[in-house]
């Protein structure tokens, strides 16, 4: 089964939002019930990108690659950056895999590779 993690659209604008917010950013309506889940588009740009060279003890590789990535649909979100030598301004799409364990719990995230 494909995961995918959900954004908000306001039932009364249309607009998303990701994450989750109790008010819409764009009417201002606060009405829990009136958001419907959308997945998040897969396909998007690299906006930019750092590596992280010093992580936690559990994470099972040396560096890091992460990147803010703008969506299809214009939400900008941060995920983990699997591409050797990325680019500001490439075209990235993501999947949504496993990205920390610890313990005996996983935490799903976008992993974003070359398009
Ligand atoms: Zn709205």
């Known amino acids: 089964m494909r995961r995918e993690i959900y954004a908000y659209r306001c039932r009364r604008c249309d607009a ?31 906006l930019t990108f750092t590596h992280v060279h ?6 099972a590789v040396a560096r890091l ?17 699997d591409v050797a030598e990325p680019k500001i301004g490439m075209a990235v799409e993501g999947e949504v895999e ?3 364990r610890a313990d005996y719990d996983e935490y799903h995230g976008m992993v974003f590779r070359a398009a």
């Open 65 to 81: 690659g992460l990147g803010i990535v703008e969506l299809e649909n214009g939400l900008r979100i941060t995920g983990q950056l």
């Open 54 to 59: 010093n992580l936690p003890l559990d994470f």
């Open 98 to 100: 496993v990205v920390r």
């Open 16 to 46: 998303v939002q990701y994450p989750f917010r109790m008010v819409c950013k764009a009417c201002r309506q606060n009405d829990f019930f009136e958001f419907d889940p959308v997945p998040l588009p897969r396909r998007g740009t690299l």
